[in-house]
């Protein structure tokens, strides 16, 4: 198990981690340590949070600073197949060209916009965020990358070849399915705990997320890939964090 550990810190994030063998055995459960990677960048937006206002920094420095934090701690991996995606929609082709421009590594006009308008967004968002629901946040980069990792393991790949088709072909799917819900279940336990509202807010946009993205895959682009996991993944962050504020309001 802890190579399986390893192995997922070191496929989706930056985080220095010994070198092991990715043989099939620790390749089966990994992806249940997906979600670990979203509670450490958790912890550092959290402390990063707390610091920052204790030395009365202003708002936008704490912003940017948070903005940035999962970027780095993860290398963009995720909003990589979020702009990857972007260009791949905007195209309105078919299905086959949008899994081509997905695979193309040049970015087009349409990513750099909407990576724009995505920043903003969390940004935005983000300078909203109160002491009383920055750790239903925080959780929440759990819950997502839990969610994101069910997304992956259940429905099917729409390439043979690749990483991605690989890693869920190596996965041992009932039992990651069972372990990733579990922690989400888990999660959201904690949610409720530390804000009941912000959590409601949170489990209603993240069920409205991944309908919205499971028909979405489904009409343009026949199944799930690396790229569309990353996408869903953002997508599921800026809704929880929308979550988060709404929260605080009522």
Not at 16 to 28: A, F, L, Q, T, Y
Not at 51 to 75: E, Q, R
Not at 150 to 163: A, P
């Amino acid at each position: 198990m802890i190579k399986s550990l390893i192995i997922a810190f070191s496929m989706y994030s930056r985080i220095p981690m010994p070198m092991v063998d990715w043989d099939e055995k620790s390749m089966k459960y990994a992806i249940c340590f997906f979600p670990f990677v979203g509670l450490v960048i958790g912890l550092v937006e959290w402390i990063a949070y707390k610091i920052l206002n204790i030395l009365g920094m202003g708002t936008f420095l704490t912003v940017c600073v948070m903005t940035a934090i999962p970027l780095l701690v993860t290398g963009g991996i995720h909003m990589d197949g979020f702009i990857d995606t972007a260009d791949a929609l905007c195209s309105h082709a078919d299905k086959n060209k949008k899994l081509e421009i997905m695979k193309d590594p040049h970015i087009g006009a349409f990513a750099v916009i909407y990576l724009c308008v995505y920043i903003l967004l969390y940004a935005g968002l983000l300078s909203e965020i109160t002491a009383e629901t920055v750790t239903v946040f925080c959780l929440g980069l759990f819950l997502s990358r839990a969610l994101s990792g069910i997304f992956f393991t259940v429905f099917k790949n729409t390439k043979s070849t690749g990483l991605a088709a690989k890693w869920s072909k190596m996965t041992s799917k009932k039992n990651a399915v069972a372990v990733m819900s579990a922690e989400a279940a888990a999660c959201a336990v904690f949610m409720f705990v530390v804000n009941p509202v912000s959590a409601a807010f949170v489990i209603a946009f993240s069920v409205a997320v991944s309908v919205y993205h499971y028909h979405n895959c489904m009409k343009n682009f026949g199944g799930i890939t690396g790229d569309l996991a990353g996408y869903f993944l953002q997508l599921e962050e800026l809704a929880i964090l929308l979550a988060c504020v709404l929260g605080g309001i009522l």
